[in-house]
């Protein structure tokens, strides 16, 4: 996968301003806050990031990419296949644009030493760093609390919207799939 399959799916966003926003952030990860310059010097180019540790998900070089264009993808699909059957509408500009971002900050996240592990440095988790920038930007409170609550029901922020309920659901599916075949030597590490 590569910055252009993102590119692609974040074309996909209606809403003219949250399309900008989000292709922005993804061309340009940069981080807004002067404090946090520090990380800027240590950060992996988004394509080649890690999506997790070794004892988790996606720990190859462009897992991130790859999770994060599968996560996206399969939000897409169970928006459209809710909205099909169920006949509800749910913003998928809003979905779209939180599928795309809600790792971002895993750039700062991880480091590899052998394994790859998590980096002492970050004092927050990508998930509420995420969600500070994304305030910082400008973005939307409902593209913010889908983000927030992508840990699940258990995190610091449980899923309000059918929205935020769908990538939480999407993100551990394919977080637990990877890992499942990775065991299983079917996939890379």
């Known amino acids: 996968m590569k910055m252009k399959n993102?590119?692609?799916?974040?074309?996909?966003?209606g809403d003219?301003?949250?399309r900008k926003k989000t292709i922005?952030?993804?061309?340009?990860?940069k981080i807004t806050n002067k404090n946090f310059e520090k990380y800027e010097k240590d950060k992996t180019k988004f394509e080649e990031a890690f999506g997790g540790t070794s004892e988790f998900h996606?720990?190859?070089?462009?897992?991130?990419?790859?999770h994060t264009y599968t996560v996206t993808k399969i939000c897409i699909e169970i928006a459209n296949i809710f909205e099909n059957v169920y006949k509800i509408k749910i913003n998928k500009d809003f979905l779209i644009s939180a599928s795309l971002l809600h790792d971002v900050m895993k750039i700062y996240s991880f480091k590899k030493e052998g394994d790859v592990t998590m980096s002492s440095d970050a004092k927050i988790d990508h998930g509420t760093w995420m969600c500070c920038e994304l305030y910082a930007r400008g973005f939307p409170e409902e593209v913010i609390h889908i983000i927030a609550s992508h840990f699940g029901p258990n995190g610091p922020t449980p899923p309000q919207t059918t929205e935020a309920l769908i990538l939480f659901y999407v993100d551990s599916?394919?977080?637990?799939?990877?890992?499942?075949?990775?065991?299983?030597g079917l996939t890379k590490s």
């Open 173 to 184: 599916l394919d977080s637990t799939i990877e890992t499942f075949w990775r065991s299983l």
């Open 24 to 29: 922005e952030l993804l061309k340009n990860i």
């Open 58 to 66: 996606h720990p190859y070089k462009g897992g991130l990419v790859d």
């Open 6 to 13: 993102l590119i692609d799916l974040a074309n996909l966003i």
């Open 16 to 18: 003219e301003n949250l």
